[in-house]
């Protein structure tokens, strides 16, 4: 692994870690009244467009951290609509 | 500009776009309760790195969007500790 991946793997555990209590506590609260869904929407397609990306570029540490936002931001979409008022 | 650029642009439309209104929501309602310095702080740091890893890959797609959400994580951090209570 060269030192670009190096960089680019650091920047993948900070990002993604940053999201996951975002996750944590949505599913804890089941509060997603701040959530909107089409911005949801329109940031899981951004990250399957990222994961994309970084497929095609060979990019290891892009896939690392889209695969794992990828599940983030689906997670927040079934909840969102799952617990939201009927 | 390459098929890959594009579908790297549209990456980058589609998750910066969805990050703006949270900045745009806190700038108006000024309630930061919500949101974690240190998370903050760590998305921040993220997104430096995956700004330096766009320079070094000669990415433009992720150049551009990066330096966009940089800035949108600078202003949750400056709102943060601007309207926090004393």
Known sequence: MNYIE????????????????????TWRTKDVSSLSLPMLFMFFVGI???LIYGVLKQSPS???????????????????????KR
Do not use: C, D, E
Request: charged share 10%; no cysteine; net charge positive.
């Open 62 to 84: 892009m896939i690392f951290a889209n695969t794992i936002t990828v599940v983030s931001a689906f997670l927040l979409i079934y909840f969102k609509i799952k617990y939201r």
């Open 48 to 50: 399957v467009g990222w």
């Open 6 to 25: 190096g960089i680019g793997f650091i920047a993948a555990v900070l990002t993604t870690t940053a999201f996951l209590p975002q996750v944590y506590k």
